[in-house]
């Protein structure tokens, strides 16, 4: 069985790896030249871990974990909202809750996992012909019993397979990601939520820090120096948020504007083609769960492939929809700009958590619990949907 990947994300590569280890003959399909370090840090949750331990790749991943003391979301003076233990995350959900890493430590991890005989770089695809598996390039035509879209929020091939769909619409939110030295107080694993404004910091390792931060803006806004943007609106902020913003590399600070599909698809495969990651469900990053779902999507995908590709949709398509409709809820609330609804949204999430102190992780239940397919045999959830 011949499996052809349209793209070298994370997501593409892990389904690339994924389907190697069932025994599928596998080629994925990259236009740039190289795998390029883009982008800069983002966050693998504990049920990507799972699924990432399906093809050995989890505890590489933990390995890099720094989330330790006290995390949760704060106010811009620095006082906590709602907070937990990464050792009361540990003990609900069995493992890390989440692990911070660069981006390209994990492009690199899932690259060498696929070896370079099954990435073909600097390809570029053309058109797909989904009812053979056709899939046309500017090197020459591949053809599979399976192809893999995962080229990105927007997909060409989700326009081809779905004409009617909408695509992607913007958020309403910009937002800036970049690193920077450790600061003298170690800094902590937190989001700061203002009006309209967020700011999020985690440690990579001893010496560096994972930034990221959102306002609400018009899309297509850009400015000359985007660190120097980032001091005007959060240099006022509690530490260390003002020494990380100094001490960042501007030529490494990075912004984008964030879309998502508001309107799922209707289905997420056609033909022989199956869509995972962005290509699929993009969405915003306010549950850190873009990439931890294409991870997700592709060790599904690769444990269901083989046989009706209408199990891989019934078994990720609500799944994701969900998530997606979760995370814009986040982001809603993160937009609110008006003096009264911002301070009770605050008195809101402090009352919460006195009353249920655990409420934090409790409402990430849903998304963190879920497990990966099990082999045949087993006893465990096979379809990969709770």
Known sequence: MKAIVIGGGIGGLTAGVALDRKGWDVTVLERTPKLEPVGSGLAIAVNALRALDTVGLGD??????????????????????????GSAAEERYGDRTAVVLLRAQLVDLLAEALGPDRLRLGTTVTGVDAA???????AGEFTGDLVVAADGIHSPTRRALFPGHPGPVYSGVTAWRGLAPMPAATSRNSETWGRGLVFGAHPLDEKTVYFYATDVAPA??????????????????H???PELLRTADPAHVLR?????????????????????????HAM???????????IE??????HLAGGDLAAYTEARLSRTAGIVRKAMSICRTTKLRDPLAVALRDLGMSLATRVTPDLMLRQMDGVLRWRPPAPAGSDRVRDGRA
């Open 60 to 85: 590489p991943v933990r390995a890099r974990a720094r989330m330790q003391g006290q995390i949760g979301i704060r106010r811009p003076d620095g006082r906590w909202l709602t907070h937990t233990s």
């Open 132 to 138: 053979t598996g056709t899939v046309r390039t500017d």
């Open 220 to 237: 297509g806004g850009a400015a000359g120096d985007e660190r120097a943007e980032l001091v005007r609106r959060f240099g006022g902020w």
């Open 239 to 241: 530490e260390p948020i």
């Open 256 to 280: 984008n504007d964030l879309y998502y599909l508001r309107e799922p698809l209707p289905a997420m495969h056609a033909g022989r083609v199956a869509l995972v990651g962005d290509a699929a």
């Open 284 to 294: 915003t990053p306010h549950l850190g769960q873009g990439a931890c779902q294409s």
């Open 297 to 302: 999507d592709a060790v599904v995908l690769a």
